[in-house]
């Protein structure tokens, strides 16, 4: 773990990445790969919804292995 600290989520923000997780899961296909892609396109959808500045590109790259997850300040 690293040591950068990380930002406090509300009840709200649970909430909203549990119901994408639902929603991912009611269209999981059987492989990996698609598996993870249902996943970050359906935290996506939630995060888009809740910003329009939402950056679905930029969210998605840095879901890959190995990708710099650290949002710029």
């Known amino acids: 773990m690293s ?3 990380v930002p406090r989520f509300a ?3 649970y909430e909203a990445i549990a119901q ?3 929603d991912a899961r009611t269209h ?3 492989d990996a790969v ?3 892609e249902c996943v970050i396109h359906c935290l996506a959808d939630m ?3 809740d910003n329009p ?3 679905r590109a930029r969210f998605e790259r840095a879901c890959e292995p190995g990708a710099n997850v ?3 300040s």
């Open 20 to 22: 994408a997780m639902q």
């Open 3 to 5: 040591n950068h600290s």
């Open 28 to 30: 999981l296909r059987s």
């Open 70 to 72: 650290r949002a710029r």
């Open 11 to 13: 009840k709200r923000h």
């Open 53 to 55: 500045e939402f950056k």
């Open 47 to 49: 995060l888009a919804a």
């Open 34 to 36: 698609n598996q993870q």
